[in-house]
DNA sequence: CCTCGCCCTTGAGC
DNA sequence: AGCTCAAGGGCGA
């Protein structure tokens, strides 16, 4: 609303193969995050708002920020402002390289799961650009843990309610309010996980409540951030089970409430830079049985020795960033981007008019066209069958016949 | 160690 | 209209 500073668009050289803003935002990684005008992405973080938007090759972005945050700073004089303007630009590039953790090369990650994973070769190319964010540790353990047994639009909805009523106001764009997100010690009160039931956490609630009340006062300050990942080593080989500091970081968040090994594993991931967590969910659980040959003998069913298995069996086949390319196929598999799987395709259609005029019946053959959609991907029997495109059980060339 | 019932809520499918 | 079920699980017995 009023006293922002709105920032010039500035642009960084992002080609879609490394990152697809549009997959990585939606694929329920980060839940805060807005489209607007079916182009530009706006979140508000570490004190503004945010936004971003993409072409084919560049990344542009500006910032948003309130104007009074400045009070302990001396009286800006034009020159100083000048200066701030430039050393905001520059922080707002850190933290969006920070943000969208543009380290690692997925380029040629993607190249090298596809040359070592026959499965990931076939579905990634439909989802590119899938980035591994690197949120804040603490968003992402509230975000994860509202995720139990939780849909991706619900948890969204549930984050947006804890941000508007506990998180500090940034400001607004076109009349939508933009809060940050609570620091734990906002989520200490007594009557928090009343209020978070009231707004429809559920069980829940107790877990963000209780989880806060240890971060924020139990543990010594800066706790979770210091079980943070630094190092960056694209060719090192992960050992059993991970790195150590992965490993740590995963049972101690263990001990937190509402936090198991697969919400562990994305605030791991997410959260503090470990490329080999794999949280396994129910959707990497059946595409590690679909196509990964899971779910018999030993490892029939989901238990805590099988979860180890699945992270283990990835992180030896993809490597030390395993979880990033378990994220694509977990994109690849949301409902969401199902429209991405099929293709229209268009198809003949024969068809005879018979009229009737005065009694004489007059046949025209015509060609119309009509789309459909085929599944692209296909399961590994069916890749075995004949060519020739089959729909709803169909033959591709249908023949009608109307009267008119 | 594995298995189960339970925990909240919402929407889809029937 | 009412029921079941799943939606990116975790916990306790």
């Known amino acids: 609303m009023a006293n922002l500073r709105i920032s010039e668009w500035r642009k960084l050289p992002v080609s879609l193969a490394e990152l697809c803003l549009d997959t990585t935002l939606r694929c329920g990684q980060s839940f805060r995050w807005k489209k607007f005008n079916n182009e530009e992405w706006s979140c508000a973080l570490h004190g503004r708002i945010l936004s971003l938007k993409q072409d084919d090759t560049h990344l542009h972005y500006r910032s948003i920020r309130p104007n009074n945050t400045s009070s302990l700073s001396p009286p800006a004089s034009a ?6 303007a430039l050393n905001e630009d520059e922080e707002t590039e850190a933290l969006i390289k920070q943000y969208l953790n543009f380290t690692p090369d997925l380029t040629s990650l993607y190249e090298q799961w596809s040359s070592v994973d026959a499965n990931f070769k076939k579905r990634a190319p439909k989802f590119t650009g899938v980035r591994i964010l690197k949120q804040d540790a603490w968003e992402a353990l509230v975000g994860f843990i509202c995720s139990s047994n939780n849909n991706i639009v619900r948890i969204s909805q549930m984050v ?28 200490t009160g007594p009557k928090v996980e009343g209020h978070l039931r009231e707004l429809g956490f559920g069980y829940r609630a107790g877990y963000i409540a209780k989880t806060a009340k240890i971060v924020a006062k139990e543990k010594p300050e800066g706790w979770l951030e210091s079980l943070c990942n630094h190092s960056h080593d694209p060719d090192q080989k992960p050992p059993q089970g991970g790195r150590e500091g992965y490993r740590t970081a995963h049972e101690e968040l263990l001990h937190l409430q509402g936090v198991g090994p697969k ?14 967590a794999v949280p396994v969910d129910t959707h990497v659980w059946q595409i590690a049985q679909r196509d990964y040959k899971f779910g018999k003998g030993k490892h029939k069913s989901l238990t805590k020795t099988t979860y180890d298995a699945v992270g283990d069996y990835f992180r030896q086949l993809w490597g030390i960033e395993a979880g990033w390319a378990h994220s694509v196929l977990f994109a690849a598999d949301l409902k969401t981007f199902s429209e991405r799987l099929t293709t229209k395709v268009e198809v003949d259609i024969d068809e005879v008019k018979i009229k009737k005029e005065d009694g004489n019946v007059v046949e025209s053959k015509v060609t119309i066209k009509r789309e459909y959609l085929v599944d692209e991907v296909k399961d590994e029997f069916e890749d075995e069958k004949p060519n020739g495109v089959v729909i709803d059980g169909r033959s591709r060339r249908a023949k009608r016949r109307r009267v008119v």
């Open 160 to 187: 947006h309610n804890l941000c508007l009523h506990y998180g500090p106001l940034i400001g607004h764009i076109d009349d939508q309010a933009f809060h940050d997100f609570p620091p734990a010690e906002a989520l």
């Open 79 to 84: 020159k100083t402002s000048v200066l701030d």
């Open 263 to 276: 919400v562990a594993d994305c605030v791991c991931l997410m959260g503090l830079g470990w490329g080999e």
